[in-house]
């Protein structure tokens, strides 16, 4: 249903003040954490309303499989309904996530509640190795889904999201002697 269904205006919309919604709110959260601030990336932002447009279509809300996209990279998604919410409201849901983020801990242990995917937009914003976000929303008759893609993914097993870049990563099957397998999380 639109915005008028709900007695509501609809949400002001335009890619310039996607672009500005999306690196604020990400960019502010990582400015408080001291971490190296997000670039826009076209390429990401193409890719994402690509994706965007593809659920708005079909009207089916799930992550992207990571073959189909263009750059390799991790995934945020948001639906809901169509020009009610803007675009501060939409990642202002990922920023939600921090109350329930245990920031030192590592994949899969990052949540309070236990359950790593509780937490898992908020953490790929403040991935400390991430450095360029491109985010675009579909419209579909009754449904807005926004995407962000981001590059380098986080949200990868054994890691947090503060790990310094140049710290080693955690041993693979691959590795001599090594126990646990490391697999990527960011669907």
């Given at each position: 249903m639109s915005a008028a269904y709900y007695g509501m205006a609809e949400a002001a919309r335009s890619d310039r003040l996607l672009r500005a919604a999306m690196l604020d709110a990400h960019n502010g959260e990582r400015a408080s954490l001291g971490l190296p601030l997000l670039d826009w990336d076209q390429a990401l932002a193409t890719d994402a309303a690509r994706y965007a447009g593809e659920m708005a279509r079909s009207g089916v809300f799930r992550h992207s499989p990571r073959a189909g996209r263009a750059i390799p990279s991790g995934e945020n998604l948001w639906m809901g309904p169509r020009r009610l919410y803007d675009y501060q409201v939409m990642v202002g849901s990922f920023l939600e996530e921090k109350r329930f983020t245990r920031i030192a801990g590592k994949l899969p242990d990052l949540s309070s509640t236990g359950r790593w995917q509780d937490v898992g937009h908020y953490t790929q914003m403040i991935w400390r190795g991430t450095r360029k976000v491109?985010?675009?929303?579909?419209?579909?008759?009754?449904?807005?889904?926004?995407?962000?893609?981001?590059?380098?993914?986080?949200?990868?097993?054994?890691?947090?999201?503060?790990?310094?870049?140049?710290?080693?990563?955690?041993?693979?099957?691959?590795?001599?002697?090594?126990?646990?397998?490391?697999?990527?999380?960011?669907?």
């Open positions: 491109g985010c675009a929303l579909g419209e579909g008759t009754n449904a807005d889904y926004l995407v962000c893609r981001y590059f380098p993914a986080g949200n990868a097993f054994g890691r947090g999201p503060m790990d310094a870049d140049d710290e080693p990563a955690p041993p693979t099957a691959d590795t001599p002697g090594a126990q646990t397998q490391v697999a990527s999380a960011a669907p």
